[in-house]
């Protein structure tokens, strides 16, 4: 099993910057890639980034694309997501996630361990 806990949530105006943290525990593997997800309220959750295992390959959703970064430090076994310009669009729960397979994915499915979420608020 893997446990991941987010954290750096919070209330933001619009143009403002947020960093959230995934530290992962347990059975854990550098090999994991992960990623970031978000839900809006009455929304489905979607896709925000993903990272490989090596941190090589990366991948973002349009929409955050340029004002979104994501990083990780294996040897901390926490994944990052620095968010700049933030956009009252971008208001949801944020959840990482991490896929045994190195590469990473856009797709919910692929991913086994889930954390339990941290709120993103960004006010006009």
């Known amino acids: 099993q893997v446990q991941l806990v987010e954290s750096g949530g919070g209330l933001v105006q619009a143009g403002g910057s947020l960093r959230l943290s995934c530290a992962a525990s347990?059975?854990?593997?550098?090999?994991?890639?992960m990623g970031w997800f978000r839900q809006a309220p009455g929304k489905e959750r979607e896709f925000v980034a993903t990272?490989?295992?090596?941190?090589?390959?990366?991948d973002y959703a349009d929409s955050v694309k340029g004002r979104f970064t994501i990083s990780r430090d294996n040897a901390k076994k926490t994944v990052y997501l620095q968010m700049n310009s933030l956009k009252p669009e971008d208001t949801a729960v944020y959840y990482c996630?991490?896929?045994?397979?190195?590469?990473?994915?856009?797709?919910?499915?692929?991913?086994?361990?889930w954390g339990q979420g941290t709120q993103v608020t960004v006010s006009s």
């Open positions: 990272i490989s295992s090596n941190g090589g390959i990366i």
């Open positions: 347990g059975r854990t593997s550098i090999t994991y890639a």
């Open positions: 996630a991490a896929d045994r397979y190195p590469a990473g994915s856009r797709e919910i499915r692929h991913y086994d361990y």
